[in-house]
């Protein structure tokens, strides 16, 4: 044994030349190490944060997939518990050597002579100096002899460079700790679910027992962790260290991100590199629109509704200040985003159709409308509009069509406006989804068939806010501000919004007490889509435009959910929130629109005071007038295709054709040239060809023009 001893010790002491052999040559070709604050600033994390428009953390999110490394964590707000139990457990002499713990490097060397077990002696700033040069590596699973001195003389560089504090920051923050956690936030959060400063004794060391082997099985862990704690002399430490390792470090771990309230936003501007990014949402109401959202969600949970989503806008800077794509983990699909999803508008397109009407000359808010039995011929087919209730009231306004939401007035005043006038004015509005042609959308269009975004929806209804001015919604503070662009007629827009805002007219459909029904000022519109799909209600104050949609994403229809009794609750309880100090009065009528009373022929409607566009009031009672229709051919349909059935004899077939309204006198004209025919109803005997059928007015105006084949 003493011929072993001392072969050892002979052993260690030629390393020992060797090593001091090397001194000159590696130190002369070493490089000085980078400052602690280059290091800190170029630590990247794993998870970036989405911050609120007043600098609060909403979301944290998840960008590198290769190791989860959090904030770099400032030596002071580590619990003094950890520091002690790394120094412990890493390096004992830690404060007293100057880089090299030359003691226990020999002891290292002796060792590796005469045990198998190896040991690397590697000091705490040793261990930092190889993690700031790739060079220092191992190249293998152990470092070889000139590459461990290279390790000594770049360990002494540093503490030369660098405070002792400053080393020990950066170790805690660099080293990995269990799988894929690495730096001690991670690893604090990730096992035990709190900040670092938090870190009790057994947790401790727990997690400096991890440094030497992160992936070490628990006993392994245990027998290291209760090593160390016997050494504090604390009672029931190894007791409490045992329990804490197997619920600990027997399960998978999981990093609670710091706040979790606003993923889809995060998504969209946490990319580019970034580490932090700022938006324009405001965090209090973030998060009480996604409480409101779910605590409702629970309530209609009975009606077959999953999902829903909550979009607030700044009416004049389009500022978002609220983005809740879904309800979160209760949604039925958390990944998508309810906000961009399209889905069929409803109702909510109305108040454009009304709004191009009144623009136009062809309504006013008490032009009336028949509300009756309504066949549209078209290329497809026959289309029949009906009312939500199968309710037909009879003549209604302007006003009460739209406010009450009611269904065959609003295709009427598509028919008077015309289908592709109100499509492009829907694509002016921003309404992208809208791919297709108008034609394919059809007179259905009015009522909401085609599918749309909240997101659009939203904005679009700010542009009414607005004065009739469309800019684009910004979630970042760093967005582009467009000029606004005058989309709609201002005094159209403020008639508009004045329907909106008529409790009164609404409660034809919708009674005078509801959620759309405010204690101050709003002009709000709900929307049902078909087989009750998707429910909207949409509005705006005198600051904000509220949007709520709810429904199901795999599309599956709800159950007895009404205009005012899904989205609406919500839309109220965000006006509420918006408002609690904050008053919203009417907007004041622009120079040209005018007050004046009007009255119905034989009472149809309750006389009152209404907005017209200066110009355009009635001077006496309103009635029934069909001569405000707008001339426009029935039937056949454009790009009709008829053919001559060989068992009529050919005396006997004749194509009706016909225009409206019927009141008038129109003259047919076929292929350019005048059939002397002037009456709504022509039945022409048909020939084989293509025809281009018109009716003119009596200063030869084309007032509509179809083309059909007969075969």
Not at 322 to 350: C, E, F, H
Not at 351 to 363: C, D, V
Not at 454 to 460: D, T
Not at 691 to 704: A, F, M, R
Request: charged share 20%; with cysteine; aromatic share 10%.
């Amino acid at each position: 044994m003493k011929t072993v001893k001392w072969t050892g010790i002979v052993l260690s002491i030629i390393l020992l030349i060797l090593i001091l052999s090397q001194l000159f040559s590696a130190s002369a070709g070493s490089k000085s190490p980078p400052s602690f604050e280059k290091v800190r600033d170029a630590y990247k994390k794993s998870d970036m944060l989405l911050l609120d428009r007043h600098g609060e953390v909403i979301h944290e999110l998840r960008v590198d997939k290769n190791g989860r490394r959090l904030e770099w964590t400032s030596l002071k707000d580590v619990s003094p518990a950890f520091i002690k139990a790394v120094i412990q457990a890493e390096d004992k002499r830690f404060f007293s050597h100057h880089g090299t713990d030359w003691y226990s490097l020999a002891a290292s060397a002796f060792q590796n002579i005469t045990s198998k077990k190896l040991r690397g002696a590697s000091t705490i700033t040793m261990q930092v100096a190889s993690s700031l040069d790739k060079k220092l590596k191992p190249k293998g699973s152990r470092r070889g002899l000139v590459q461990k001195w290279q390790q000594i003389v770049a360990g002494l560089a540093l503490e030369k460079a660098w405070h002792k504090e400053e080393i020990l920051e950066a170790y805690i923050n660099l080293i990995s700790y269990r799988g894929e956690l690495q730096g001690i936030s991670a690893a604090s959060r990730g096992l035990f679910g709190k900040e670092p400063s938090g870190l009790d004794e057994a947790e401790s060391f727990l997690l400096a027992s991890l440094i030497t082997s992160p992936n070490a099985s628990v006993n392994m862990i245990i027998r290291r962790a209760c090593f160390f704690g016997n050494t504090t002399h604390l009672p029931k430490i190894t007791e409490r260290i045992k329990t804490l390792a197997v619920e600990k470090l027997g399960s998978p771990y999981y990093v609670r991100p710091a706040a979790a309230f606003a993923p889809h936003a995060a998504h969209m501007l946490l990319k580019d590199g970034r580490t932090n990014a700022f938006s324009t949402i405001d965090g209090k109401l973030q998060r009480f629109a996604c409480e409101m959202l779910n605590h409702y969600l629970t309530l209609l949970k009975g009606s077959n509704v999953s999902d829903g989503a909550i979009l607030v806008a700044d009416n004049k800077t389009g500022e978002i200040f609220a983005y809740v794509g879904n309800s979160g983990s209760s949604s039925s699909a958390p990944w998508v985003d309810g906000i961009k999803a399209r889905r069929q508008a409803g109702s909510t397109l109305k108040p454009f159709l009304y709004g191009l009407a009144i623009e136009r000359g062809l309504l006013t808010t008490a032009s009336i409308l028949e509300d009756s039995p309504l066949h549209v011929t078209t290329s497809t087919g026959l289309y029949v509009p009906r009312n939500y209730d199968n309710i037909f009231r009879g003549p209604v306004s302007a006003r009460t069509a739209l406010s009450a939401s009611i269904n065959i007035p609003a295709v009427r005043t598509l028919l008077l406006v015309g289908l592709n006038p109100f499509f492009e004015r829907l694509k002016n509005l921003g309404f992208e989804s809208l791919t297709e042609e108008a034609e394919y959308y059809g007179y259905s269009i009015a009522l909401g068939s085609a599918d749309i975004t909240l997101y659009e929806l939203v904005n679009a209804y700010r542009t009414l806010a607005d004065k009739g001015r469309w800019t684009n919604l910004r979630l970042s503070p760093d967005d582009k501000i467009q000029r606004p662009i005058q989309v709609l007629d201002k005094n159209a827009a403020f008639i508009v919004s004045h329907i909106l805002s008529d409790r009164e007219a609404r409660s034809t459909t919708f009674g005078l007490e509801n959620p759309l029904s405010t204690r101050f000022w709003t002009a709000v519109k709900t929307g049902t889509s078909k087989d009750m799909r998707d429910n909207w209600c949409v509005g705006y104050s005198g600051r904000y435009t509220v949007g709520v949609w709810v429904g199901n994403f795999s599309g599956e229809p709800m159950r007895d959910v009404s205009g005012i009794s899904g989205a609406a609750p919500v839309w109220l309880e965000i006006m509420n929130y918006l408002h609690t100090a904050l008053p919203s009065n009417p907007p004041k009528p622009p120079k040209g629109v005018v007050f004046t009373n009007v009255s119905f022929h034989h009472d149809m409607e309750t006389s009152r005071e209404d907005c017209f566009i200066e110009g355009t009031e009635p001077l006496l009672e309103v009635r029934l007038n069909t001569s405000q229709q707008k001339p426009h051919i029935i039937y056949p349909a454009d790009e009709t295709l008829i053919s001559i059935d060989p068992e009529i004899p050919d005396e006997l077939q004749r194509v009706p054709f016909k225009f409206q309204p019927s009141t008038r006198e129109y003259e047919w004209v076929l292929n350019n040239k005048k059939t002397g025919v002037s009456s709504p109803l022509f039945l022409w005997k048909p020939e084989r060809g293509r025809y281009e059928l018109s009716i003119v007015d009596k200063q030869n105006y084309v007032l509509d023009s179809v083309g059909f084949v007969v075969r």
